[in-house]
């Protein structure tokens, strides 16, 4: 298989510590070579991925029915009180700060992520927040550009409100420019993200950016992909007028800019459609026997607890596909992989809000 051109943004120029300032893609409606970021802790590697190869590295089964309306509203627009800062800038490109909510489980694209240590959520300096679990990752885009801080009041800061199951996390971008608009361009943001409902919501403060157009725009949105950003497993991609913005869902890395930004006040709700896919309990990994593993057709389950009514069981690709799901009557169970490709395969089981999982490898 041919392989992907690929172009590193910040990797270090030679005779030079550091990293150079990262160069952004100037097209308007296609970035070639879209910024990502690794969950390594305190540091975040920009990579760039070509979009022309992706269509061909997606598996069949990729596409997936969309996971969020979007609707919008007016409100008044508040700072966030009381809120801690963040241990980056805006501007930083090298490093990221993780927010550890102790395997606390939010739902995103119907999928659960359990938020702690190199798992939880992490606060870029260019406007969004990425998310990990063991198999995909998720990237959500308040207003993300190659921002700067203006002044001393420019920071990042965050909050997290509620109680177990019922979390809101607020991160706050204040009073950021953008390196390659004017000087009078400035912004203030926030993303919410809500445990008990899994929805998302990017608020828009105070702000005027003339200089955004169709070299230096912004992006607003969401998308999931593995891990290794093969491909897009799903997009919401805020386009179109602002005042009354619509969905790119087309599974491929291009990616809209907005010219502008959407008046103060102004709060873009993305909402799940159906059921949020996620087990409310806490998740344990390797305390499931899976043999014989590597495996041909069958894998033997076993689980040394009592199985209570409810349990069910689920098997996933790594990109997080679900493949097969069963309800679970014992701990003792024969799985069926007959149908499903060689590669590795994540078993997970609930047994009435905990999640035991393992790996198995398909011969």
Not at 32 to 61: D, E, N, Q, W, Y
Request: one cysteine or more.
């Amino acid at each position: 298989m041919a392989m992907c051109p690929s172009r590193d943004f910040n990797a270090p120029e030679a005779g030079r510590r550091g990293p150079r300032r990262i160069q952004f893609v100037d097209e308007m409606h296609t970035m070639k070579g879209f910024i990502v970021r690794t969950h390594a802790r305190g540091r975040a590697v920009m990579r760039s991925i070509a979009a022309g190869c992706l269509l061909a590295l997606m598996p069949a089964g990729a596409m997936m029915a969309q996971s969020y309306s979007l609707g919008t509203e007016s409100g008044t627009y508040q700072d966030l009180q009381g809120g801690t800062r963040a241990s980056i800038e805006i501007g930083d490109s090298v490093h990221t700060h993780f927010i550890d909510l102790g395997g606390a489980a939010f739902s995103l694209f119907r999928r659960p992520y359990w938020l702690k240590d190199s798992m939880g959520i992490q606060i870029t300096g260019y406007g969004n927040l990425r998310i990990d679990n063991d198999t995909s990752l998720v990237i959500v885009d308040g207003i993300f550009g190659e921002l700067v801080s203006r002044d001393a009041s420019s920071g990042i800061s965050y909050v997290v409100e509620g109680g177990p199951g019922n979390l809101v996390v607020k991160v706050q971008w204040k009073n950021a420019g953008f390196r390659t608009g004017t000087a009078s361009d400035s912004a203030n943001f926030q993303v919410w993200l809500y445990q008990k409902t899994g929805v998302i919501e990017i608020r828009i403060g105070p702000g005027s950016a003339p200089g955004l157009g169709t070299t230096v725009g912004a992006w607003m949105g969401t998308f999931i992909s593995p891990q290794n950003f093969d491909y897009i497993i799903e997009k919401c991609w805020i386009v179109g007028d602002l005042s009354k913005p619509t969905f790119d869902v087309s599974h491929n890395f291009t990616f809209n800019r907005i010219k502008s930004l959407p008046a103060s006040g102004t709060i873009l709700r993305l909402t799940p459609r159906g059921s949020l896919g996620m087990p409310a309990a806490k998740k344990h990994s390797g305390m499931i026997d899976l043999s014989p593993n590597p495996t041909g057709d069958r894998v033997t389950l076993r689980i040394d607890r009592e199985v209570p009514p409810g349990a069910s069981l689920r098997v996933t690709d790594v990109a997080g596909h679900l493949v097969r799901e069963e309800a679970l009557r014992d701990g003792n169970r024969m799985i069926d992989l007959s149908a499903v490709p060689s590669g590795v395969y994540i078993v997970a089981v609930d047994l009435d809000g905990d999640i035991y999982s393992g790996k198995v490898i398909r011969r």
